[in-house]
């Protein structure tokens, strides 16, 4: 069984499109995280949430937003998709303990055209 | 700002080889130094991790170094094998897995030669 899971795998849509990423962990895990990777390989965390609290948002465009249901789902939603918007996304997910090792979903390919 | 810094970008080693990442970090706040590994179209998974308290960690063919007063650690892969290649990341947080998340290296790319 999937730890963390992502869907969709790839995902193409037009400019100023809105989607959505949706996220789920099997874990038990309460804290829960968006990153987004660019082009470079470049890992960089979007939000975090704990307990169904956002806990970090980064420099990240309110285009995009995450919304939680329970502690087993965080999914992503971005609004008027734009060309620099195409990256890969990964959901991952940990337990809010001090050394706790972070798991990753397999990533969704976002490509805004 | 870049908070971890990774070197080199990329790096070819022979197998049997010892391939070596090195990271650098700026936040003194940081405790913990987490190595991801990725594969091509995988999401990142964990290698290794050490806390500041130890000086080196070994996990198999796998070595963490980390030096506190110089702000540095890196990775060691000894006897590499073809399939160690992959794109390498190092990380730091100020709270393990927790809420703050990890801090990511721009990652090394490496590929073991046969």
């Known amino acids: 069984d999937t730890a963390v899971s992502q869907t969709p795998k790839y995902l193409v849509t037009q400019m100023g499109n809105d989607k959505s990423i949706k996220c789920e962990q099997n874990l038990g895990h309460d804290t829960m995280y968006w990153y987004k990777q660019d082009s470079k390989k470049f890992l960089k965390i979007m939000f975090s949430y704990n307990n169904k609290e956002l806990i970090i948002n980064e420099t990240v465009p309110n285009r995009f937003s995450p919304k939680s249901p329970d502690k087993a789902h965080l999914n992503l939603h971005i609004n008027s998709l734009e060309l620099g918007d195409s990256a890969v996304y990964f959901c991952?997910?940990?337990?809010?303990?001090?050394?706790?090792?972070?798991?990753f979903g397999e990533g969704s390919w976002l490509t805004v055209v | 700002q870049q908070q971890v810094k990774q070197s080199p970008q990329s790096l070819i080693v022979q197998k049997g080889g010892i391939s070596i990442i090195n990271c650098a970090y700026e936040?003194?706040?940081?405790?913990?130094f987490p190595w991801y590994q990725q594969f091509p179209g995988k999401g990142p998974a964990l290698l290794i991790a050490?806390?500041?308290?130890?000086s080196e960690k070994k996990e198999g063919r796998f070595t963490i170094s980390f030096n506190k007063s110089a702000k540095q650690f890196s990775l060691h892969i000894m006897d590499s094998q073809p399939g160690d290649s992959a794109t390498y990341f190092c990380a730091a947080s100020t709270d393990g897995g927790g809420a703050d998340g990890l801090t990511f290296g721009k990652g090394t790319h490496l590929i073991i030669q046969p």
């Open positions: 991952a997910s940990s337990l809010a303990q001090n050394g706790n090792t972070i798991y």
């Open positions: 050490i806390r500041p308290d130890v």
């Open positions: 936040n003194t706040a940081f405790d913990y």
